[in-house]
């Protein structure tokens, strides 16, 4: 039985309520504190509280909540609540999508009002979850002055975004900005340029408005670093926003932005808005302008990272998308691929038309790691809601899922030289420090050394111990100890957690050789789904692939290790995008025992999964499409998501 399967219902409870009340100290005040090994000089510490300093002194004071901070676990409901925001800026950004575009395009809105009354509530946000990095309030609004100054003159838009703030990932270059990425060496360092897609942003007329954070590296699912601290999810604060997206997931959930821009590598867009409840468009590389963007590893060509917008709606994604793409990026970007924006494949022509038939292919499970039950109920529902709106689902049959993941290369030598300069520690876990552990009373108690924890036979995995130390740290006898007890046929393909510098370094060649190999993969795959052609009973191989983007809902702060759902469609290159289903209920979503698994780290999830942790999670999933059908992949998300709103499952959807 696993550590939270022993504890009582009571000591839960008694867990709960004294995290609800220190949830504020996990956000930058408490950074200060933040455990460091005593080789490392003060220097990066304090370059790093003077940048938060600066941040705290950016926010008006009129825009603060009281003391003490609201110590809810869901705080969704506090910024309306607060009375900070007057009945007219609730209006605004409680407004759908479309609606708030059209109001500002017809000039029934002024930028002004809707950029001022989002950054209201992005500060609200922020003051909750350690959402944001850079708040630039004077800038925003003098852009969205000028925009409405040529709205009074011209009587027209400036463009199809006219006026409308969109959020950014700390990765987006803003001209005479540092971007930091949470690295505290890149503290001072402003841009010359602004992103290719920043550039096509103010060409439409948008008001980018704030900047939003991310985890050192970006190679992780979520959201930490040693600059301004961890980031947490407004359905519940004791459990992860995702990342590397999650400052952008925390703010869109509380509406203090409509529509934000991330980054996916490996699951960094989708992870995170299936944590919040979200939606997320991740298209195949190079469609959408790349050009300008901060990033770690820089050079790697294997596995290009995308851009992809983040929202509470599908359209603002559709909307922005083709904004982007009708706008010619490949003129500003020269690694962006000169597709136009097809309206045939958004009326799904390649798909039996808009009113056709379509047949969907459900992935129970990866084969690596079987999701659980939240997850698994959620493709249930959306399966008997696709059924009920005439379509056809199937069952997908897992091709290769194991050789597609486990096909990379990472020394992370570029982490450690980005770290270097400023002396901060190079970060190899998610897990709370001792220091924020005790502040937070991080799962019931003082957090316990994974050395302590193996050698007194806890249940606890080999990622989970390479992600919680510093794996020189672990004696070989604890790891000997836990592959034993772990031991399962796949152990050895599934190989070690991808701890970056702890991965060995490949030679040019290796490197051609994975390139081959990844190749092959791809070629096979394609030809795995076009085999479901007879099985489909539409004439057209499965039109596209549901699958979970994580195996779990939100997990606790450092337990979000998995993303086998997301990283393979990064191996293939495929179209995805996320969409929310429901919630997790501790009545319906209870444990079920399993006498199999697929190896330790599947056993280890199975292990640390209960329910009633999870209460009131988001849970979500994705739609995969093939390469580059951005347009068809947005159109049959909608199929699903009106499907869903139509259908009535058991429980509430969101």
């Known amino acids: 039985m696993s550590i939270l399967g022993r504890v009582s219902n009571a000591l839960i409870a008694q867990f709960m309520s004294i995290v609800v009340m220190r949830c504020d100290q996990l956000l930058t005040s408490r950074l200060d504190s933040f455990h460091t090994t005593s080789n490392i000089t003060m220097g990066w510490q304090e ?20 003391d003490p901070l609201p110590s809810d676990l869901n705080v969704l409901s506090v910024p309306v609540a607060s009375k900070l925001l007057t009945p007219r800026e609730i209006e605004i950004t409680d407004t759908d999508f479309e609606s708030l575009l059209s109001n500002l395009t017809n000039g029934l809105w002024t930028s002004v009002e809707v950029v001022s009354a989002f ?38 838009p400036i463009g199809p975004l006219h006026g409308l703030p969109i959020s ?26 602004d992103a290719a897609v920043v550039e096509i942003l103010y060409e439409a007329g948008a008001v980018p408005f704030v900047r939003t954070n991310v985890p050192q590296t970006l190679m992780w699912c979520e959201t930490f670093n040693n600059v301004f601290g961890r980031t947490l999810n407004p359905y519940n604060r004791t459990l992860t926003s995702g990342g590397s997206s999650g400052g952008e997931s925390a703010l869109l959930a509380l509406h203090g932005s409509p529509l934000g821009l991330g980054t996916d590598i490996g699951g960094s867009l989708r992870v995170p808005t299936s944590f919040c409840a979200l939606y997320a468009l991740r298209p195949s590389m190079h469609r959408l302008p790349y050009g300008g963007l901060v990033n770690s590893s820089v050079g790697q060509e294997s596995i290009h990272s995308v851009i992809g917008p983040m929202a509470p709606s599908l359209a603002a994604l559709r909307i922005f998308t083709k904004t982007i793409i009708d706008a010619k990026p490949w003129e500003k ?49 959306t399966k008997k809601a696709l059924e009920d709106a005439g379509h056809t689902v199937v069952d997908w049959t897992n091709h290769r899922h194991f050789e597609i993941y486990t096909n990379t290369a990472n020394g992370g ?47 606890i995995s080999l990622p989970l111990a390479l992600y919680s130390m510093n794996p020189q740290n672990v004696t070989e006898e604890a790891i000997t100890k836990l592959k034993r007890e772990y031991a399962h046929e ?18 040019a060649f290796e490197l051609w050789q994975l390139h081959a190999k990844r190749r092959e993969l791809q070629k096979s795959y394609l030809d795995h789904w076009n085999a479901t052609k007879d099985a489909t009973g539409t004439g057209r191989p499965v039109d596209a ?17 998995d993303v086998f759902y997301t990283s393979m469609w990064n191996g293939l290159d495929y179209t995805a995008c996320t969409f929310p289903v429901t919630t997790v209920d501790p009545e319906l979503d209870v444990r079920v025992p399993r006498l199999q698994f697929h190896n330790y780290e599947d056993e280890h999830i199975h292990r640390w999964y209960d329910a009633r942790i999870f209460k009131g999670a988001p849970v979500g999933l994705q739609l995969v499409g093939r390469t580059h059908e951005e347009e068809a992949v947005l159109a049959m998300t909608e199929v699903v998501d009106a499907a869903l709103k139509k259908f009535q499952p058991e429980t509430s959807r969101l």
């Open 47 to 66: 370059t790093a509280k003077s940048r938060r300093t600066k941040q705290q002194a950016s926010i008006p004071k009129e825009w603060l909540l009281p």
């Open 545 to 561: 692939i549901i699958s979970p983007v994580a195996p779990y809902p939100a997990a606790p702060h450092g337990y979000n290790s």
């Open 119 to 156: 950054y209201k509530r992005a500060i609200i946000a922020h003051q909750l979850t350690n959402c944001l990095t850079e708040i630039f309030i004077d800038e925003a609004l003098q852009r969205a002055a000028q925009v409405d100054a040529h709205f009074a003159t011209t009587g027209k």
């Open 490 to 507: 796949n152990d050895a393909a599934l190989g070690p957690p991808d701890v970056a510098m702890e991965l060995p370094r490949r030679s």
């Open 168 to 193: 950014l990932k700390d990765q987006f270059s803003l001209k005479g900005r540092e971007t930091i990425m949470g690295y505290v060496s890149w503290i001072g360092k402003p841009a010359d340029r």
């Open 333 to 381: 970007d020269p690694a962006c691929l000169r597709i136009p924006w097809d309206p045939k494949q958004s009326a799904l022509g390649e798909h039996g038309g808009p009113v056709g038939r379509l047949c969907f292919a459900i992935m129970w499970d990866n084969g690596v790691v079987a999701p659980t039950p939240p997850v698994k109920r959620a493709m249930e529902i």
């Open 413 to 459: 030598e570029d982490f450690a030289r980005a770290c270097a300069p400023s002396g901060e520690p190079y970060i190899t876990s998610m897990l709370p420090s001792p220091s924020e552990a005790q502040d937070f009373n991080y799962l019931f108690g003082k957090l316990p050394t994974v050395e302590a924890e193996l050698l007194k036979g806890a249940p």
